[in-house]
Every structure is written in structure tokens, then in C-alpha cells.
């Protein structure tokens, strides 16, 4: 049997002499538990968000994207390669450059991105039309699919009459400065579709075209500026993923749907972790009740520290009671307070208590929740540190007192 546990749980539990003690003991431990509780939903509504983002690019980004490192295009002579790889299960070569579209009196700067006539086979994007259809060439007449913002800047619709025109610089030849408007390489299509990743680089100004078109108007032949590749289900990402760059060598990124936008993530990550520390410190804070509590404590008991004392106990075992005694009543807060947050958590997630606004305004309607094991373990560890810690000062106080 563990002697100063044993004693630490018995102090804790038992009644004191004096009522504010326990009432102390009591506010240390609700104030643990209600940082704890903070703790659970405050990362768990972080992960929540997260998954939602991750959904929203995962309609539109590729499982796996190879780019050249040094250079803008390259000659994608290794498709083929890519394409029998037993865990492939399509590969989509994709040009996208910089352009100017004009509608009518309206123009703005556009991302265009050439892709062949099954590149809905590579994400989900048939999901995300919002308007029209996906469809990007129509017999002899080429076809566009535009974000939300991109169609909104611009005034167009599906199936307006009137064609969107795309104007780019030749990439050969001089410029005649009579005739300028002979430096720029023009094209039209027509809007057929309307899409929507909730995502402003993609909604306000990518612009999705034939591969066909895309050649035409930035002046290549073969050149691709990306390969997209979908894997089979249930194969392992990540060994694909380094083998293809293993079969590529070091001029070419072999980008997984994290990777594409690790930036992005990146941000959210140290949004996270700031607010777990600021939500920790506010946490270190309740625990310092603790301080207060074994200061009271040990005042109460001091006729049982002469009493083992003289049994005997050594000074570094009555320090032992005392450190344990502070922690465990981190520690019955923390368990308070995880149980509660699940709880919370769990609330949410079923009936979406907090909600973000007006219904429909934004993705979701309430604050997104996911619990990760992780997290709790997290938030396990770091209440339990800090219960340490608290207890530590007054502890080391008996054991240098009685020394």
C-alpha cells in the first residue's frame, strides 16, 4: 500500500475541523474543473473546424499533386508510369497560369485552369455546383466552370449568351507597341457552371477550362503545370505518396491534401495552441486555490504531522503527503471537468446547442465538434503538471518548517 497516498485520499475526503477548509477544497477542485471543461470543448470545437475545412478541400483537392520545384511547367513524361501503379486509380494532367477575363464592361484578373474532359473523376467536384453543370467543352464550342465570387465580380450567369473572353501575353514574339492589343493571345468560352469550396482562392478566382483551351491561349503543346492523382480506396496515402516521390527524384513535390495547403493548416494549428495556452494559463490560475487549500490544511493538521512524526514518519514522507494530497485534487477536477466537457461536447455534437448565427449564413448552423483522444490526454497531463506544481510550494513549506 502506498502509505502517503492512503493519507493524502483520507485527508482529502474527510470532514475538517474547520468548515472553510473544505469549502476552499472545494473551490479548488469546481475551479479545476471548469478550466478543464474549457479545455475539452474550446480544442474540441478547434478540431471541428478543422474537419469542416478538410472536408471543403477535399472536394476540390487532388489526394495526391506533383509539381515541378524549379521550374513552372514541365513535360509530363512519367503519366504513364503513374497511371499503372496498382494504387492509382487516375491521374489528370492540369495547366493553370494567370489571365485576364472579360465580360462585356467587366474585367479582373483570373486563375485559369486547363483540365481534360473527365477531371471530375479526380475529386468531388460534381458535388459543389451550385449552378448549372460541369462541363467544359460542347461539341466545337469550348465551355468554363467558375467560383461563386469569380461569377459574382463579373456579372455573369449560366448560359448567358454572351461569351466570357480570355485575354493572356504571348509567350514568343515581340510587342508592337502600334498595335498592343497583338501581344495578347484571346479566347472564348461559355459559362456553364457555378461552383462553390467556401473557400475564397478558389471561389473568387479560379476559373476551370479545357486542357484544349488552356494550350491555346498560353501558347504550349504538351506542358502541364501539375498532375493530380487519385489512389484507390483503402490504400496507405503515405506510401504511395513516397514512393512516387522515390520514382520522381528531388525536381519534383509529391503533395498530399495537407501538404497543398500547409499554410492554411499551418495557421489553424497555432490558432489552437494559442488558445490552449492562454486557456492553461487561466487554468494555472484556479489551480493556485490549491496553494490556499494545503496552506489551510496543514494548520488543521498539525497535531497529526507531531503525531507521525513521532511514530516515526520521515520528513520527505509527510512532504509526500502533502504534494499528493494538493495533486489529487487536480486531480478530481480534471476528472470533473473531462466528464463534463464530454458531456458538453457530446451535447453539442446531438442537438447543436451554440449555434454560429443566423440558420444558413454560414456552412454549418451550431459550432462544429470533434473530440480527439489526443487532446484529452493533453489536457490530462497539463492539469496534472500544473496540480504539481501548486502543491509543490506549500509542501516544500512543512518539510522546511519542521527541519
Given at each position: 500500500?502506498?502509505?502517503?497516498?492512503?493519507?493524502?485520499?483520507?485527508?482529502?475526503?474527510?470532514?475538517?475541523?474547520?468548515?472553510?477548509?473544505?469549502?476552499?477544497?472545494?473551490?479548488?477542485?469546481?475551479g479545476v474543473a471548469v478550466g478543464t471543461m474549457a479545455l475539452v470543448c474550446v480544442l474540441s470545437v478547434f478540431n471541428g473546424f478543422q474537419g469542416i475545412v478538410e472536408g471543403l478541400?477535399?472536394?476540390?483537392?487532388?489526394?495526391?499533386?506533383?509539381?515541378?520545384?524549379?521550374?513552372?511547367?514541365?513535360?509530363?513524361?512519367?503519366?504513364?508510369?503513374?497511371?499503372?501503379?496498382?494504387?492509382?486509380?487516375?491521374?489528370?494532367?492540369?495547366?493553370?497560369?494567370?489571365?485576364?477575363?472579360?465580360?462585356?464592361?467587366?474585367?479582373?484578373?483570373?486563375?485559369?485552369?486547363?483540365?481534360?474532359?473527365?477531371?471530375?473523376?479526380?475529386?468531388?467536384?460534381?458535388?459543389?455546383?451550385?449552378?448549372?453543370?460541369?462541363?467544359?467543352?460542347?461539341?466545337?464550342?469550348?465551355?468554363?466552370?467558375?467560383?461563386i465570387g469569380l461569377v459574382r465580380t463579373i456579372g455573369c450567369g449560366v448560359h448567358y449568351v454572351d461569351p466570357l473572353q480570355l485575354y493572356a501575353p504571348k509567350r514568343n514574339g515581340n510587342v508592337n507597341m502600334l498595335r498592343p492589343d497583338d501581344a495578347f493571345k484571346r479566347e472564348i468560352a461559355f459559362l456553364t457552371g457555378i461552383f462553390m469550396v467556401q473557400q475564397e482562392k478558389y471561389d473568387n478566382?479560379?476559373?476551370?477550362?479545357?486542357?484544349?483551351?488552356?494550350?491555346?491561349?498560353?501558347?504550349?503543346?504538351?506542358?502541364?503545370?501539375?498532375?493530380?492523382?487519385?489512389?484507390?480506396?483503402?490504400?496507405?496515402?503515405?506510401?504511395?505518396?513516397?514512393?512516387?516521390?522515390?520514382?520522381l527524384g528531388d525536381d519534383f513535390s509529391v503533395l498530399n491534401r495537407y501538404e497543398q495547403q500547409e499554410d492554411f493548416f499551418r495557421m489553424m494549428e497555432i490558432e489552437k495552441w494559442i488558445t490552449y495556452l492562454i486557456l492553461s494559463f487561466i487554468l494555472l490560475i484556479a489551480v493556485f486555490n490549491i496553494i490556499g487549500s494545503l496552506s489551510m490544511l496543514m494548520i488543521d493538521k498539525k497535531e497529526d504531522i507531531k503525531i507521525l512524526e513521532n511514530m516515526g514518519a520521515s520528513q520527505k514522507l509527510i512532504f509526500r503527503i502533502f504534494l499528493l494530497e494538493g495533486?489529487?485534487?487536480?486531480?478530481?477536477?480534471?476528472?470533473?471537468?473531462v466528464i463534463f466537457?464530454?458531456?458538453?461536447?457530446?451535447?453539442?455534437?446531438?442537438?447543436g446547442l451554440v449555434s454560429l448565427g443566423t440558420?444558413?449564413?454560414?456552412?454549418?448552423?451550431?459550432y462544429p465538434v470533434k473530440v480527439q483522444f489526443l487532446d484529452i490526454i493533453l489536457v490530462f497531463a497539463t492539469v496534472g503538471?500544473?496540480?504539481?506544481?501548486a502543491s509543490f510550494y506549500p509542501a516544500k513549506q512543512v518539510y522546511k518548517r519542521n527541519n
Open positions: 500500500m502506498n502509505l502517503p497516498l492512503y493519507i493524502a485520499g483520507r485527508y482529502l475526503f474527510s470532514k475538517k475541523s474547520h468548515h472553510a477548509i473544505n469549502i476552499v477544497s472545494l473551490i479548488s477542485v469546481c478541400f477535399g472536394n476540390f483537392d487532388p489526394q495526391l499533386k506533383i509539381t515541378a520545384k524549379q521550374v513552372k511547367v514541365f513535360d509530363p513524361v512519367f503519366v504513364s508510369k503513374i497511371s499503372e501503379m496498382p494504387d492509382v486509380e487516375y491521374c489528370s494532367e492540369v495547366l493553370e497560369e494567370n489571365a485576364l477575363l472579360v465580360f462585356r464592361d467587366k474585367q479582373t484578373p483570373v486563375v485559369v485552369k486547363g483540365v481534360p474532359d473527365d477531371y471530375a473523376k479526380i475529386n468531388h467536384i460534381s458535388d459543389i455546383i451550385l449552378d448549372g453543370d460541369f462541363k467544359i467543352k460542347e461539341g466545337s464550342f469550348d465551355m468554363a466552370v467558375g467560383g478566382n479560379l476559373l476551370i477550362v479545357s486542357m484544349s483551351l488552356a494550350r491555346r491561349l498560353f501558347d504550349y503543346e504538351k506542358e502541364v503545370s501539375a498532375v493530380e492523382i487519385k489512389l484507390k480506396d483503402g490504400v496507405n496515402e503515405k506510401k504511395v505518396q513516397e514512393s512516387i516521390s522515390e520514382m495533486w489529487l485534487i487536480s486531480f478530481v477536477g480534471v476528472i470533473f471537468g466537457g464530454l458531456i458538453l461536447c457530446w451535447l453539442q455534437m446531438q442537438f440558420e444558413g449564413s454560414f456552412i454549418v448552423d451550431a503538471i500544473l496540480g504539481l506544481l
